[in-house]
């Protein structure tokens, strides 16, 4: 269109502004597309994550309050540091086994068992929470299959045997549900890394796990906080795995926010609690984009 | 040469058996949940300290598939609530990923971060919210109401993907069918949508699968008529019942399982590569 622009001669003015009209037409049609998708999340995300955050300063009468902090945080503060003590485990753990199984798919030179590694680690991948809570509640309970097990391997005393349907159990869960993510994530951006600076380092002699620390590690750090901080986010607004794993004091912040609204129908309290779990996502939003932008900063 | 050979062996033995041993730990970490879980379904007694089932049976499938029973009705209602979540989602999120994709928008930014809150946000305090609205307006407790969450949280896989798709067909393409004559619309049905039909496909199988497994956003606006899948598997366990549980979790997880082995059969790595650009 703009070189038609340029060919003209004595026309050019009346077609530019005619283009400058299309230009505008087409902006609009543009927005007419997205608007139908923008309405639903407005409308059905935006709106009530505000109404979350106002409703946690108001009053019965309406005024400004602090006050259902001050009980959220007289009720809470013993399962909001539980919270994130399980989520922050909970993403060290995941990024210990992500790092790990990507790192042994693209440096492990055993080509059976790299592909046996590639077709057992993300069967968890869209299995959903509730269904991993269920399967955790029957492996982790006292009679389950990981006790019997221990048992029968001469690992544990049968009489030590004891259900690990606590913390711990959350833990595992959220492990075993979110690491085939990350771990999917890394592997496709190691694999897509450039070969020829890890064969070099190989052909120096450098061992594995340095070729993974010092050259591989450091060029996909972006895909892992990405993976991580989504991780984050999710295992912070879990109910059903604390639900059906460890639903008793201490406990995560989600089944406090389900319990006051479900047993007293305080709203209040519930959105105070809510609106801190909206900035402990922050938080985690904000470590990424300090380490990404500082990475990119850095690069030439 | 043969004590050279043996040498050589003896350095790679341990480290094969590392390896074999650390894979078969992983194998029992990822299947041995399931395994359990599967033995829960087909046990007709089984308690402490007994390793395995008692005794095996169909008792608790025939209660489940009984044509009375609330599992079937349970799926009726997760696979129509979730077939309509696609359809709402994938009607507004085609042609917002083609505006994404291929015009130009103002606020583009701004727009792009809306549509990135909700996968980045937690979500239960919009579906706490958003419950009290629906219980105000009388759409807690509908179809209507569980779809919409649902399509407000899986629109936006939608949308990205289907961006992605659409920035992936090359261009050429479309001005040459433009150039033959074909008029806007002509070349989108003809050309562009066809070429990006596969990451159509995966964005509504990524939607299916998401509302399919929802289970927060359910038990907030659901309550208490509508019980997917989902909830009649909670409230099975919570309630102690493991056999009926674990079934109704198997029902669950044949679909999930189903699109892990195929997902790079529909996500091709070139559509991967554009997602967020």
């Known amino acids: ?32 597309l997205v608007a139908p998708a923008l309405a639903v999340v407005v409308l059905f995300f935006v709106l009530p994550l505000a109404l979350s955050a106002v409703g946690a300063f108001r009053a019965a009468d309406g005024s400004f309050t602090l006050a259902h902090f001050d009980k959220a945080f007289d009720l809470y503060t013993k399962d909001l540091v539980f919270t994130v003590a399980i989520v922050g485990v909970s993403t060290l753990l995941i990024a210990l086994v992500a790092i790990a199984i990507a790192g042994y798919l693209t440096l492990g030179e055993n080509p059976r068992a790299v592909a046996l590694l590639r077709w057992l680690y993300r069967w968890p991948l869209f299995i959903p929470f509730v269904v991993a809570g269920q399967v955790m509640r029957t492996f982790l309970a006292k009679n389950g299959m990981l006790n019997h097990v221990l048992i029968g391997t001469g690992l544990i005393d049968p009489l030590a045997a004891q259900s690990v349907l606590d913390w711990r159990g959350i833990v595992v869960a959220f492990v075993w549900k979110q690491a085939p993510f990350v771990t999917l994530l890394l592997a ?8 020829s600076h890890v064969e070099a380092a190989r052909n120096l002699g450098a061992p594995r796990w340095r070729v993974l620390g010092g050259i591989v590690l450091p060029q996909v750090r972006g895909t892992l906080l990405v993976g991580l901080v989504l991780s984050f986010v999710t295992m912070l607004s879990v109910l059903s795995v604390p639900l059906m794993i460890n639903p008793n004091s201490p406990t995560m912040m989600t089944v406090d926010v389900a319990y006051r609204i479900n047993t007293h129908g305080d709203y209040a309290v519930a959105n105070a609690l809510c609106l801190v779990s909206l900035l402990l996502a922050a938080v985690g939003a904000a470590f990424y984009l300090r380490h990404s932008v500082g990475h990119a900063e850095r690069r030439p | 040469m043969s004590a050279a050979r043996a040498a050589f062996d003896a350095r790679a033995l341990p480290a094969a058996f590392v390896r074999a041993a650390l894979l078969a730990l992983l194998a029992f970490v990822i299947f041995g949940p399931l395994l359990n879980l599967a033995l829960w379904a087909f046990a007709e007694k089984w308690y402490f300290p007994s390793k395995l089932p008692l005794e095996y049976g169909l008792t608790f499938w025939r209660r489940v598939f009984a044509p009375r029973g609330n599992a079937l009705a349970s799926l009726g209602t997760s696979i129509w609530i979730a077939l309509l979540t696609v359809a709402l989602s994938l009607a507004v999120a085609v042609p917002a990923g083609y505006a994404l994709a291929r015009l130009r928008l103002p606020w583009r930014g701004l727009i792009l971060l809306a549509f990135l809150l909700p996968q980045a946000v937690p979500n239960l305090p919009v579906y706490v919210n958003i419950a009290r609205v629906f219980y105000e307006i009388g759409l807690a407790g509908t179809v209507t109401g569980v779809v919409l969450v649902h399509a407000s949280h899986g629109l936006v896989l939608a949308v990205w993907i289907a961006s992605a798709a659409f920035a992936a067909v090359d261009d050429s393409l479309e001005e040459a069918a433009r150039n033959l004559g074909a008029s806007a619309w002509t070349c989108f ?9 596969p990451g159509l496909m995966a964005s509504a199988i990524f939607v299916f699968l998401e509302s399919l497994d929802e289970f927060t956003g359910t038990y907030f606006v659901g309550v208490p008529d509508i019980t997917t899948l989902p909830l009649l598997m909670f409230n099975a366990s919570m309630g102690g019942n493991y056999q009926i549980a674990s079934i109704t979790a198997l029902l669950l997880l044949v679909p999930s399982i189903g699109f892990m082995l195929v997902v790079e059969r529909f996500l091709k790595s070139d559509v991967l590569a554009m997602v967020g650009r």
Do not use: E, I, K
């Not at chain 1, 340029?6 to 902006?27: C, H, Q, Y």
């Open chain 1, 1 to 32: 269109m703009d070189s038609d622009v340029l060919s003209a001669d004595g026309a050019a003015l009346d077609r530019s502004a005619a283009t400058a009209r299309a230009v505008r037409a087409r902006r609009l049609a543009g927005f007419g």
């Open chain 2, 189 to 197: 049905r003809t050309v562009t949508l066809p070429l990006a039909a």
């Open chain 1, 188 to 195: 496709g951006a190691m694999a897509s890394l450039d070969r």
